[in-house]
Every structure is written in C-alpha cells, then in structure tokens.
C-alpha cells in the first residue's frame, strides 16, 4: 500500500464513489416509508363490501384543482392519505369538525353520492359509488412522489383514473401563452389511448405538446397506470400567475365534466361543472395558498 492508497483508506471523507452511489440508486426508494391510507371502516364496509372499487378514480395535485375538489357537494369523506411522518395532533380529521382543513396535512378521501342522502338512507336503497375523490392538499417531494402514488394506487381499483395537476409556465414548450388564454392538456396511458380509439371518440382537451415535460406526483400516478396496464388520463393546466387561477379553474371544470360524461356518468359531470361548485371554488382559492406549490 503506498501513501495515496493508504490516505484513502485511512483518512475520512464524505466522498461517495460512482459504484456505491449506483449501487444505491437502485434500491433508494425500498427505504422511503409508504403514505398511509386510513379509512371509515363502518361506511368503506358499507360501499365497498368486496373491495375497494370505483369506475372513476379522480386525484388533484394542485391548489386549483383541489379547490375544485373541495367544492362539489354531496360527497361524503370516506378515508385521508397520511404522509411519512405526518402527525394527527391538532387536525381537524380526528377532532371531528369535519372535512380537513386546507392546511391540514392529509389528504382526504371522498365518494361521491349518486343519490341524495336523504334517499340513500332509506332502507332497502342501494347506493352505487362511480367515482372517488383524493384532493392532494399538501406537497409531496419529487423523490417520495412514486412511493406515495403505489401506496394510494395499490389501495383503490378503478376502471378508470383521471389526474388533475398543474405546471409552470416556464416549463410549457408549445404553441400558447398562459398570459393571454387557458392552457389545459392531457397525457394518456396507452389503455386509455386504445379505448378512446375503439370508442372514436376525441378527448376534451388537446395532447400536451412535444417536448414538455411533467414530473412530481402527476408524473408518477400516470408512471404507475403505464407501467400496470391501467386506463388513466392526465390533465395539466400551465399556470403563470395566481390571478389567472380562477379562469382555468373553469377550463379544468369543464375538460373534466366532458371526460366523465363521455364514460356515461352525466350526474357526476353535473356535479362537478356548476355555477355554485364553480363559485364556491372561486372563493376557496383563496385558501389554497397553504399548499400552493408546482407540482
């Protein structure tokens, strides 16, 4: 051993050589902790008796789209998603006021009713859930994003998924300016490209173009669905300036109220593209701020 060799081996340092940092990056995301699903075990056993099951699986990533989410009325909460480390002192979901606050860290879980609560408690009247909600309200680091999308993913089954997320404008690379109109574009897993081509039908909203990219956990949730064969789309709005949100927040209403009635489910689509979802959306952006981050 000479006296290089005998420096490196003796001497400390924080250097990381390229075969461990390789050797690490395979195996790094087998040490991230998994989000946490908890649910309300008396109505999950009540809807779901086999499973949890939905035809429409909708998840907002962004402010605007969890301000939409929150909203809709005639949904009821059904579970939240805990993040790694996040604690339940002090939330409103255990405390019982009702749904969490914006800047609660969790992220609720809903049904959505197809029937008016009154009817549906009616005995012998069977309520049918078509679409869950999950309204991402908190952020969710780049490198957690795919733990935290198969902990969700893995959880719930649907024959259909729809992701609402958000990206800046500097990173749009296509025709439009997010200062003068609404942008809003759609990635689709190949499953749902070969139904929407077996069916002949157009989606709402244009593809995103070439050459832009989405990362975070909307990238991830759609990874996921590629990767398993699932149906899932993806709907992007380009954000500029926190002004411009209530205008998208109507573009993102109506591309979603589209897609759900193109899959036969018009009561959804009502309940989520309305004058009063749509106002009181409009005046939940404001508190929307807590978690206003890109995803």
Request: hydrophobic share 45%; glycine share 8%; charged share 15%.
């Amino acid at each position: 051993m000479d006296i290089f060799e005998q420096a490196d081996a003796f001497t400390p340092n924080r250097a990381v050589l390229q075969e461990e940092e390789e050797a690490a990056s395979s195996c790094a995301g087998s040490y991230l902790r998994p989000a946490l699903c908890v649910w309300n075990r008396r109505l999950s056993k009540q809807l779901f008796p086999d499973g949890m099951r939905c035809e429409i699986l909708i998840i907002a990533t962004c402010p605007t789209s969890c301000a939409l989410m929150r909203a809709i009325g005639n949904k009821q909460l059904l579970g939240a998603v805990l993040g790694p480390g996040v604690s339940l002192a002090g939330n409103s979901l255990v405390s019982g006021a009702g749904d969490p606050l914006a800047s609660d860290k969790v992220c609720p879980i809903y049904t959505l009713r197809q029937a008016p609560p009154a009817t549906a408690a009616l005995p012998g009247s069977a309520l049918h859930v078509d679409v869950l909600l999950v309204c991402c309200q908190y952020e969710v680091a780049r490198e957690r994003a795919p733990v935290w999308a198969r902990s969700v993913l893995e959880q719930i089954s649907c024959s259909h998924a729809v992701f609402l997320g958000a990206m800046a404008a500097e990173q749009f690379r296509g025709q439009g300016d997010a200062s003068q109109e609404e942008l809003i574009f759609a990635l689709r897993t190949s499953a749902s490209q070969q139904r929407q081509l077996q069916a002949g039908a157009r989606g709402p909203v244009p593809l995103l173009p070439t050459g832009t990219v989405v990362g975070g956990l909307p990238a991830s949730l759609l990874s996921y669905c590629q990767v398993h064969g699932a149906s899932a789309d993806l709907l992007v709005i380009v954000e500029m300036v926190l002004e411009g949100r209530p205008a998208l927040l109507e573009a993102l209403a109506a591309a979603l109220g589209q897609l759900l009635r193109s899959r036969g489910l018009d009561a959804a689509a009502a309940a989520m593209y309305n004058g009063a979802v749509l106002a009181a959306a409009r005046k939940g952006l404001g508190t929307a701020a807590v978690c206003d981050v890109y995803v």
